[in-house]
């Protein structure tokens, strides 16, 4: 039962959010960029159309707040042994838009922190990026991860999942493949100590991404989201995300 629940965890981090959604500014079809945190009106409320996700109703969720920072606006998140993320939804075609591009600001690592051990999985900053795909695409023992998720929350699980990491040790561009799923893979985005404590721009080429890491033709993009967690080490993190754009080059 510890191995079901750890796989049903693991893939949850790229599931729907477990509260009701927000209200959207527009249909999907018609958004293929996220608000921007920078022109947010207010410092006390998400800009629309982003919205809270939890893995579990059990475990502690990390604090998100816009900032001013640096002259400009920033979503600042605060992991304290906790792990919970924002996501917005939104339709993308990445054969149209394959790059995408963000600013990140990381202060310090997460001691102890390792991608490639399940239980020390943190990370002070993730990027994360779902795809559209039905039940039937999947292999056997993924379709059943599916089912289970889907009894277990009422979320169906996207297809695919790539997340754009923050890692202590890897160098960027390592692919670490997920622990409890083929369908989630975790690609070196930030590594070590290097530009820690500074904004970075990172341009990642989502759609060679997809092919690099899953060897097929990725489909539609149905959400992004950005996490902090530091739930598997118990220690602490602190990350900015500015805006996250899809581009055409």
């Known amino acids: 039962m510890r191995t079901v629940t750890a796989l049903l965890l693991a893939v949850l981090v ?3 959010a477990s509260t009701p959604p927000a209200p959207q500014p527009a ?5 293929h960029d996220p608000a921007p945190f920078s022109t947010a009106l207010a410092l006390d409320i998400l800009p629309p159309g982003w919205k809270p996700y939890r893995l579990a109703r059990f475990k502690k969720p990390t604090k998100y707040q816009l900032v001013p920072l640096d002259g400009t606006v920033a979503m600042r998140a605060q992991a304290d042994a906790s792990a919970s993320g924002l996501q917005f939804d939104l339709t993308v075609d990445v054969k149209e838009f394959p790059w995408l591009t963000w600013h990140w600001k990381v202060p310090e690592l997460i001691s102890g922190a390792n991608n490639t051990i399940h239980q ?6 993730r990027v994360i990026v779902t795809f559209e795909g039905g039940r039937d695409k999947l292999p056997d023992a993924e379709q059943i991860n599916y089912d289970l998720a889907k009894a277990m929350t009422g979320n169906e699980l996207p297809y695919a999942t790539l997340m754009y990491i923050w890692e202590n040790q890897l160098p960027e561009g390592s692919v670490i493949e997920h622990h409890f799923s083929t369908r989630v893979k975790m690609i070196v985005a930030g590594s070590g ?6 904004w970075h721009e990172e341009r990642v080429n989502v759609l060679e991404d997809f092919r690099r890491a899953f060897g ?5 993009v149905r959400a992004v989201g950005i996490m902090s967690d530091s739930d598997n080490t118990g220690g602490h993190a602190v990350a900015y995300f500015g805006d996250i754009r899809f581009k055409r080059n």
Do not use: F, M, T
Not at 27 to 31: D, F, G, H, I, L
Not at 120 to 125: F, G, K, L, N, T
């Open 120 to 125: 020390v999985e943190d990370s002070p900053a």
């Open 216 to 220: 097929e033709e990725p489909p539609r």
């Open 14 to 16: 790229a599931a729907c």
């Open 193 to 198: 100590r290097k530009d820690l404590g500074r």
């Open 27 to 31: 249909a999907p079809s018609q958004v």
